[in-house]
């Protein structure tokens, strides 16, 4: 893990012009002092302010688990505003994992199989066997559906292992003030995925019941069919059904954000002593990567089997 106080001497600007961008400590200064020799200046400037600033632990601590969010500026809790990195990073590590698994099947063979192919085949045959044991109804979407829940969730965390000041310094030197590469520590995508599963709750409730048998359960479920305990019922099946989308991006977020504010405040400490806390943390950390992508997993392939089977 890098500490974020490093001190290294620069030629890209002069002293003066460097105190006065640590002095601002924004992206208006430094484009300020940049500003006559456009985006080339402009990066140098970052760079020597990344080298020379000495930020307080508050401040470090902040930056780090800040999305880089537009419209600039926008509120944290605005519903329109766009997290730029998470998606981004997502939008990578998905195109990954289809190249990943699309290479995988183009060098699959009848005979000796390669490495790739048997991890590809190990990976494939865990998540079929995972749902053969939880869901009892047509597999032919449900398997694709865990598959890529786990290898996107997988991947999400595992960007958690990645020193928690490479990716931020280098982005905010090329322009992005703020930048997380860590989508699971971000609510919006764990509860984007969540929503999604929410959707195919519904979907799997009225395609294994019918619409009838659907409304009928929401009415006459848990309690029983008298009018008089309709709406207990239906207010309960409500609250249930809302509950399984919150505990699985809760459970996720809640996990992957303490584990990366973690490796923020281990970062703090002075640089030659980062490894030890950082290490130990990080190999208790590889249990949870996977863990947690299990979980998610396995715990929607069990909430469409509970949707679609009749109670």
Do not use: C
């Not at 990943?100 to 190990?122: D, H, I, S, Y």
């Amino acid at each position: 893990m890098a500490s974020g106080n490093q001190q290294l001497d620069t030629d890209a600007l002069s002293s003066s012009e460097v105190g006065q961008a640590g002095a601002a400590g924004n992206s208006d200064m430094l484009a300020q002092v940049a500003e006559s020799g456009g985006w080339w200046a402009e990066t140098k400037a970052r760079a020597s302010f990344v080298w020379n600033e000495q930020a307080d632990a508050g401040a470090y601590v902040n930056h780090h688990i800040t999305n880089l969010r537009l419209p600039k500026g926008a509120d944290q809790m605005d519903p329109f505003v766009w997290h730029v990195d998470t998606m981004l990073v997502s939008w990578v590590l998905g195109l990954f994992f289809v190249f990943f698994l699309f290479m995988g099947a183009r060098r699959a063979t009848a005979g000796v199989p390669g490495k790739l192919q048997n991890f590809v085949e190990m990976l494939v045959d865990f998540v079929e066997n995972s749902v053969k044991e939880s869901f009892h109804g047509p597999r032919n979407f449900v398997g694709p559906l865990a598959l890529t829940i786990f290898g996107v969730v997988l991947l999400w965390n595992l960007m958690d292992l990645v020193p928690v000041d490479y990716v931020p310094t280098i982005m905010y030197i090329l322009g992005a003030d703020y930048f997380r590469i860590v989508p699971s520590a971000d609510i919006n995508a764990p509860f984007g995925m969540s929503l999604t599963v929410l959707a195919l709750i519904i979907i799997y409730s009225i395609k294994g019941k019918g619409f009838g048998g659907y409304g009928k359960e929401l009415f006459t479920h848990p309690f029983g069919g008298n009018p008089l305990l309709w709406i207990p019922n239906l207010l309960l099946n409500i609250v249930e059904l809302i509950a399984k989308p919150v505990s699985l991006a809760m459970r996720l977020f809640g996990n992957l954000y303490a584990a990366e504010l973690i490796f923020v405040l281990i970062a703090l400490l002075p640089w030659w002593i980062q490894f030890i806390p950082g290490g130990a943390w990080a190999i208790f950390h590889i249990l949870v990567v996977p863990l947690q992508a299990f979980i998610f997993m396995t715990l929607t392939i069990v909430y469409l089997s509970l949707a679609y089977e009749e109670h």
